[in-house]
T-cell receptor, first 114, second 112 residues
Framework: GAGVSQSPSNKVTEKGKDVELRCDPISGHTALYWYRQSLGQGLEFLIY????????KSGLPSDRFSAERTGGSVSTLTIQRTQQEDSAVYLC????????????FGSGTQLSVL | SQQGEEDPQALSIQEGENATMNCSYKTSINNLQWYRQNSGRGLVHLIL?????REKHSGRLRVTLDTSKKSSSLLITASRAADTASYFCATDSGSNDYKLSFGAGTTVTVRA
């Protein structure tokens, strides 16, 4: 596609439920990032994928969070047993691969946990 | 903790005026980037300045970088209503680190 695509754009869930957020990066981009942004805050790094290398999961806030990237393209961020503090905008970004390059962001998924 | 911190937190100006915002960071960097965010959703890349550069221009944007002070500024000249957005600086950690750290941003409101 022309840009980074994220789905759903909005997700409302009940506390304790699992959710899956999807990111489709720009074709050919080997690097993929997940960030989280709470209301009025900056971006919090969650996880980084680069090609076939092991992902950097150092930003995941708890073991309830996990992410996969299949075939070096589409990525899914899964949050198990959601809590109210998980409510935020989850942003995905991709880049051609070399560090130091600009990131291309998707429009994000607004997650609301009731 | 966040590497980059923007100042001020919020800025309100009249259309046609210039807007200046600053970013300070803690550790050495390879490059610094500025992004814009409209309506709290996806960020758009504005400009990237490398550690060996002191100033860069892109249209109505001017970015400066002072590595001795670990600070950068973003100037938007002749502002327009469409410039109303949040602006973030992003830095790497200078050690071949792919992780960009973002500050909390400066919210700019341009009044017609």
């Amino acid at each position: 596609g022309a840009g980074v695509s994220q789905s759903p754009s909005n997700k409302v869930t009940e506390k304790g439920k699992d959710v899956e957020l999807r990111c489709d990066p720009i074709s050919g981009h080997t690097a993929l990032y997940w960030y989280r942004q709470s209301l009025g805050q900056g971006l919090e790094f969650l996880i980084y994928f680069q090609g076939n290398s092991a992902p950097d999961k150092s930003g995941l806030p708890s073991d309830r969070f996990s992410a996969e990237r299949t075939g070096g393209s589409v990525s899914t961020l899964t949050i198990q047993r959601t809590q109210q503090e998980d409510s935020a905008v989850y942003l995905c970004a991709s880049s051609p691969g070399r560090w130091g390059e600009k990131l291309f962001f998707g429009s994000g998924t607004q997650l609301s946990v009731l | 903790s966040q590497q980059g911190e923007e100042d001020p937190q919020a800025l309100s100006i009249q259309e046609g005026e210039n807007a200046t915002m600053n970013c300070s960071y803690k550790t050495s960097i390879n490059n610094l980037q500025w992004y814009r965010q409209n309506s709290g959703r996806g960020l758009v890349h504005l400009i990237l300045i490398r550690s060996n550069e002191r100033e860069k221009h892109s249209g109505r944007l001017r970015v400066t970088l002072d590595t001795s002070k670990k600070s950068s500024s973003l100037l938007i000249t002749a502002s327009r209503a469409a410039d109303t957005a949040s602006y973030f600086c992003a830095t790497d950690s200078g050690s071949n680190d792919y992780k960009l750290s973002f500050g909390a941003g400066t919210t700019v409101t341009v009044r017609a």
